[in-house]
């Protein structure tokens, strides 16, 4: 117990050690030494000292809260009144230090003690302030665990281990889905397009928490190597973390020339309207089929009547593939699938460098001229057939190795499934996106900055919190999303314990000042 409890309100003024610390400053900072002290000096002279008088100030807060305490009648969830109570203090760690809250508490026999003041402050069930809880939550999003912890310890009184920072985050991430499944965005205009777009990010994970089967292959296989892979060996060691984007986009009508760098004019990219509304997210936890049904759940939040035209942009990848339409069927919504053309322009550069050699002016020219037969209405079938000309007229001069990644081209080119997404010249005319910029995007900034870090090995729990925050502050929905979470927290820890839903009000009523009416 700290010395605000051996002498909580002395002289009946609840903010006299405030006070006097204030003072206190007040002449530290008059004196010549300090009026002679460079400004750094005196800048971190205050970040300290102004802490310890927050603290001071916060404490006599709660000291006040405490002496204004009523005993109150208490009814618990299960309907049983508590009468017997006691005081007690509990620790409340905030980001000027540590702190200490007098209250009354509620006991019975077999059941956890009530505390109408811890409900009305709202405290977490932990020792950790809310607003300690809402530094971690956004500074885990950006930094290491173990930067969070020098972060807090550098620019606030609050002191915390890395085990309780991960715990933090875990916990300040809980409400996600509840608060997305919950959240009304603002009308949107039916002339635009409505995105949906999705991919693949692997992760470094801990062994315990690896999938089933990338868990069962580490365990059986066997290297050549004890020190190093060999080429085509894997580590066996990533999670895949499925990332979903949604957002809307005005229709831009363009032509192929408008695409390829030697035919647009300057002002073509000044002209491309630019993504609204946008929100991604990524889970390391849940089934990549998972992820991709809440992009359509968001999206039908978006448009339930589906008035908007629908684009989804892929990869090609077939599990991927499969799963959009199962569930743009389970949705019951009509949309537009489209092939990533940057996946595309890489195949056509594979074959491109097997035939005229790597990054030469002849290899540049006929991948363009190949992405211009795709643009302008020509199909992946096509374009493989033209190309497998190529190659049998220059057969004489491809090696085994060059032969087989033609194939492999023209294969990716002219599957069936694949080349019924490639009517690009239909996506021009009609204003339709035709790359995963976006998404792809996501996968760099909302996954491999933050968890590809050198070194790193990630828990389940902790790679998926550490996503959800980041998605929050990607979308620009941390503030409210944190609003949310707190109003969650005071109904989990407090009022669901109370019969009813009911939370006793421990304080007296303030005093109405009336006004005579003659």
């Known amino acids: 117990m700290t010395a605000a409890y051996t002498n909580p309100i002395a002289n009946h003024e609840p903010f006299a050690r405030s006070s006097a610390k204030s003072r206190e400053m007040n002449e530290h900072l008059s004196s010549a030494g300090t009026l002679r002290a460079e400004h750094s000096d005196v800048e971190r002279w205050l970040a300290v000292e102004g802490r310890e008088l927050m603290r001071l100030m916060f404490q006599e807060h709660l000291d ?3 002496a204004a305490e009523k005993p109150v009648r208490v009814v618990d969830e ?71 912890v020098e972060l807090i310890g550098d620019y606030s009184g609050a002191q915390i281990a890395k085990r309780q920072v991960e715990q933090l985050a875990v916990r300040g991430a809980h409400d996600f889905d509840a608060f997305y499944e919950l959240y009304k965005r603002e009308h949107q205009s039916t002339t635009d397009l409505l995105i949906i777009s999705t991919d693949g990010k692997g992760v470094v994970m801990r062994h315990e928490d690896l999938r089933d089967a990338t868990r069962l292959a580490a365990e059986q296989k066997t290297n050549k190597l ?53 929100r991604v997210w990524a889970s390391v936890e849940k089934h990549p089929r998972e992820v991709i049904r809440q992009a359509f759940e968001e999206a039908l939040r978006r448009d339930p009547d589906r008035l908007r035209r629908w684009v989804v942009l892929v990869d090609g990848e077939p599990r991927q593939l499969k799963a959009v339409k199962a569930e743009a069927k389970r949705a019951g919504v009509k949309v537009t699938i489209i092939l990533d053309i940057v996946h595309v322009i890489e195949y056509l550069w594979m074959a491109g460098r097997a035939l005229f050699g790597s990054s030469t002016p002849q290899a540049e020219e006929w991948v363009g001229h190949r992405l211009l037969a795709l643009l302008t209405g020509q199909s ?23 032969r087989k990644a033609i194939e492999k081209a023209c294969r990716y080119l002219a599957n069936r499934t694949r080349t019924r997404l490639m009517k690009y010249s239909d996506a021009l005319r009609d204003g339709l996106p035709i790359a995963t910029g976006v998404i792809e995007g996501a996968c760099r900034y909302l996954v491999k900055d933050r968890m590809d870090r050198t070194g790193a090995c990630w828990s389940l729990k902790g790679a998926e919190a550490v996503l ?4 929050l502050r990607a979308s620009g929905d941390f503030d409210e999303y944190w609003h949310f979470h707190l109003a969650r927290e005071k109904e989990r820890n407090h009022a669901s314990r109370y019969a009813h839903a009911e939370i006793p009000d421990p304080l007296p009523v303030a005093n109405r000042h009336l006004r005579r009416i003659k």
């Open 380 to 402: 992946g079938g096509d374009v493989a057939r033209a190309i497998r000309g190529w190659a049998d007229s220059r057969a004489d001069h491809l090696d085994t190795a060059a």
């Open 64 to 66: 006040l809260r405490a």
């Open 78 to 148: 299960k309907g049983l009144e508590r009468t017997d109570s006691r005081s007690s203090v509990r620790g409340l760690e905030t980001l000027f230090g540590g702190t200490d809250v007098c209250r009354l508490i509620y006991k019975a026999p077999g059941c956890d003690a009530l505390a109408p003041l811890d409900a009305t402050l709202n405290l977490s069930s932990d020792r950790y302030s809310h607003g300690l809880r809402e530094t971690v939550a956004k500074e885990i999003a950006r930094a290491s665990f173990d930067e969070v």
């Open 226 to 278: 004890e020190t190093r892979l060999s080429p085509g060996e894997k580590t066996d060691r990533k999670r895949m973390a499925q990332v979903s984007t949604v957002y809307s986009i005005e229709p831009w009508h363009r032509t192929a020339a408008d695409v390829l760098h030697t035919l647009r004019d300057e002002n073509t990219e000044s002209k491309r309207p630019r993504p609204t509304d946008k």
């Open 468 to 471: 959800r925050l980041r998605a």
